[in-house]
């Protein structure tokens, strides 16, 4: 099974300012990845994806990711933040070539970010 | 529009005492799965269901039961409910073999909140 690790808990940060939310998982030979938001009270949304081709994904709301092979990471950036970017952010992974769990979700534990004005 | 839902969003019961919380998704999706999500361990997973009448156990099945009669429909049933079942719990469904790339994004209903006492 894979893991998933989401290395800060909780990030603050002043509003405008940019923001990196840390993510990596154990080795595949290959993966599909996906970072999560989750406001306050409501449930998941997809932010964005990353399947094959280009490592440098794009989301919603100007988030963007890079997949690292070599690393094993998918950190999400954005270059600057808003109050309304206050949420939890989650990672995770699925394993295409594992056909009997084949569409699992491996989720890290969660990035708070939290962002001050 | 394309949703999941659950029922109920919260529901506050005693220990012992048999309950279900229903899912629904309306995407036509094979895939559908559920989650519970404690503060500090991220999303773990108890049941998915990779079609109709095919189920298997997640991370966390102990205490949960799950059935797949219709496409659309995945209850969760806790037999005899216990105070460390509190939590939130979210359904998800996915596209299924049959979307190579949707397979992979999931879509989350809002969440029921569950309190044993």
């Known amino acids: 099974a894979q893991s998933v690790t989401q290395l800060d808990s909780q990030v603050p940060v002043f509003e405008e300012a940019p923001v990196e939310l840390r993510c990596n998982y154990s080795?595949?030979?290959?993966?599909?990845l996906f970072w999560y938001v989750q406001y306050p009270n409501q449930g998941l949304q997809l932010l964005l994806k990353?399947?094959?081709?280009?490592?440098l994904v794009k989301g919603i709301n100007g988030f963007e990711a890079e997949f690292n092979k070599s690393q094993t990471s998918f950190h999400l950036r954005k270059p600057s933040v808003h109050i309304s970017d206050t949420a939890e952010y989650f990672c995770?992974?699925?394993?295409?070539?594992?056909?009997?769990?084949?569409?699992?979700?491996?989720f890290g534990r969660g990035t708070q970010l939290t962002v001050w004005p | 529009e394309a949703q999941v839902t659950q029922n109920p969003r919260y529901l506050i019961t005693v220990t012992g005492k048999k309950l279900t919380v229903t899912c629904s998704q309306n995407m036509n999706h094979e895939y559908m799965s559920w989650y519970r999500q404690d503060p500090g361990l991220g999303l773990r997973q108890i049941y998915y269901s990779m079609n109709v009448e095919v189920t298997d156990k997640g991370d966390v099945p102990e205490g949960y039961k799950v059935s797949r009669k219709e496409k659309r429909n995945f209850p969760l049933i806790l037999e005899s409910p216990s105070p460390n079942q509190t939590s939130l719990y979210f359904c998800?469904?996915?596209?299924?073999?049959?979307?190579?790339?949707?397979?992979?994004?999931?879509?989350f209903g809002p969440g029921t909140r569950l309190t044993v006492t």
């Open positions: 990353y399947l094959s081709g280009s490592t």
């Open positions: 995770a992974v699925s394993d295409p070539d594992r056909g009997s769990t084949l569409g699992r979700l491996y």
């Open positions: 080795s595949s030979v290959s993966v599909y």
């Open positions: 998800a469904s996915g596209a299924g073999l049959a979307g190579p790339t949707n397979h992979y994004e999931q879509y």
